[in-house]
């Protein structure tokens, strides 16, 4: 924004602790992935926080990205163009956001439009970045490109069912928690108050 002077007190504290949570190395391996699923034409950005954005600020790269992930007939996003308007730029931006949560990266994990379009927050749009390539691994369904170690895998479910029958016979063990009748016993107690003999 033309019109935003310096940050100071508080203000500049909490801008100062969120710029410390975005991390270089991070930045060179999603850009890596990046470059691995939309291929080489998206360009490589020069190192630092800055160029990252200024990359990413127009939704394109992200928009192919996304779309990368899908195959050809079902791409979430249908139209995407270059513009230099802010809002069309921002308009894209968004359009991944929704097709990221569609994809399956939690709302706690997406950034804001304004994070990534007026650089407020960059943690937090390789945040979202690192959740989707690891639902991209963890799906395995053939769109992911890209080294998988790159990415940590999501738990997956494993659901097990039980016939009745057995749901009935796990009714009749006493779980260790309630105690147990085997084992250390009271045979051979001596009365209280009375000493024991030790020879």
């Given at each position: 924004?033309?019109?935003?002077?310096?940050?100071?007190?508080?203000?500049?504290?909490?801008?100062?602790?969120?710029?410390?949570?975005?991390?270089n190395e991070?930045?060179?391996?999603?850009?890596?992935?990046?470059?691995?699923?939309?291929?080489?034409?998206?360009?490589?950005?020069?190192?630092?926080?800055?160029?990252?954005?200024?990359?990413?600020?127009?939704?394109?790269?992200?928009?192919?990205?996304?779309?990368?992930?899908?195959?050809?007939?079902?791409?979430?996003?249908?139209?995407?163009?270059?513009?230099?308007?802010?809002?069309?730029?921002?308009?894209?931006?968004?359009?991944?956001?929704?097709?990221?949560?569609?994809?399956?990266?939690?709302?706690?994990?997406?950034?804001?439009?304004?994070?990534?379009?007026?650089?407020?927050?960059?943690?937090?749009?390789?945040?979202?970045?690192?959740?989707?390539?690891?639902?991209?691994?963890?799906?395995?369904?053939?769109?992911?490109?890209?080294?998988?170690?790159?990415?940590?895998?999501?738990?997956?479910?494993?659901?097990?069912?039980?016939?009745?029958e057995q749901?009935?016979?796990?009714?009749?063990?006493?779980?260790?928690q309630m105690?147990?009748?085997?084992?250390?016993?009271?045979?051979?107690?001596?009365?209280?108050?009375?000493?024991?003999?030790?020879?």
């Amino acid at each position: 924004m033309a019109n935003k002077g310096p940050a100071y007190g508080l203000s500049r504290e909490v801008q100062s602790k969120i710029e410390k949570k975005y991390d270089n190395e991070l930045e060179s391996r999603l850009v890596d992935w990046i470059i691995a699923q939309c291929g080489a034409q998206v360009g490589r950005p020069a190192e630092g926080r800055l160029a990252f954005q200024l990359w990413l600020k127009d939704g394109t790269i992200l928009c192919q990205l996304i779309n990368s992930l899908h195959s050809p007939g079902s791409q979430p996003i249908k139209k995407i163009q270059s513009s230099t308007m802010a809002f069309k730029q921002m308009e894209q931006v968004s359009q991944f956001l929704k097709a990221a949560e569609e994809y399956g990266v939690s709302k706690t994990d997406l950034f804001q439009t304004v994070d990534l379009w007026e650089g407020k927050d960059m943690a937090a749009v390789q945040r979202t970045m690192m959740s989707l390539g690891s639902i991209a691994v963890t799906k395995g369904d053939g769109f992911y490109s890209g080294d998988p170690n790159w990415f940590m895998k999501k738990a997956q479910e494993n659901r097990r069912d039980f016939s009745d029958e057995q749901l009935q016979e796990g009714k009749n063990v006493i779980g260790l928690q309630m105690g147990t009748n085997r084992g250390a016993s009271q045979a051979g107690m001596t009365g209280y108050g009375r000493p024991r003999q030790i020879m």
